[in-house]
């Protein structure tokens, strides 16, 4: 059994953000390559939409199907989390963002009239719900 993380060092957190940015770049050249032949999408072909992804842990498609999905409302769900080995005991957050064009800032999704955070963003809730902040992990921006 692993002993548990008690600090993020310099070096682990550089070799983890290098493995997030690299996932990052190759998702991006990836989704670039088959959809638009390698190149990067224009302004235009960023507003259509590619299709997406079924989404969320086996726990969450169970309670969608269910009819449960109210009982969602108001979760977290970071892309990445580091913890100490205790689950409670934040280490760093990542989260993706695909800005497109990737010559836009990535940014936190702000969270809708009617959402129990309504008024706050991703970053924010984050931050305040893990005790850590946040980073966004971007092709070409790369940790931001």
Avoid at 69 to 90: F, Q, W
Avoid at 94 to 112: A, I, L, M, Q, V
């Amino acid at each position: 059994m692993a002993a548990p993380l008690k600090v993020l060092t310099p070096n682990m957190k550089s070799t983890i953000e290098r493995e997030l940015v690299e996932c990052a770049e190759w998702a991006n050249e990836t989704v670039n390559r088959q959809h638009f032949g390698g190149n990067s999408p224009s302004r235009s072909q960023c507003q259509e939409e590619l299709g997406k992804d079924p989404f969320g842990s086996e726990e969450e498609q169970a309670l969608r199907q269910q009819g449960c999905a109210d009982e969602l409302v108001g979760t977290l769900v970071p892309d990445v989390v580091i913890h100490s080995g205790n689950p409670l005991d934040v280490l760093a957050v990542y989260d993706f963002k695909f800005p497109c064009p990737t010559s836009d800032e990535p940014r936190w999704n702000d969270y809708p009239k009617g959402h129990p955070y309504h008024e706050s963003n991703q970053g924010a809730m984050y931050h305040r719900a893990l005790g850590v902040k946040p980073f966004r992990v971007a092709p070409i921006w790369r940790i931001y």
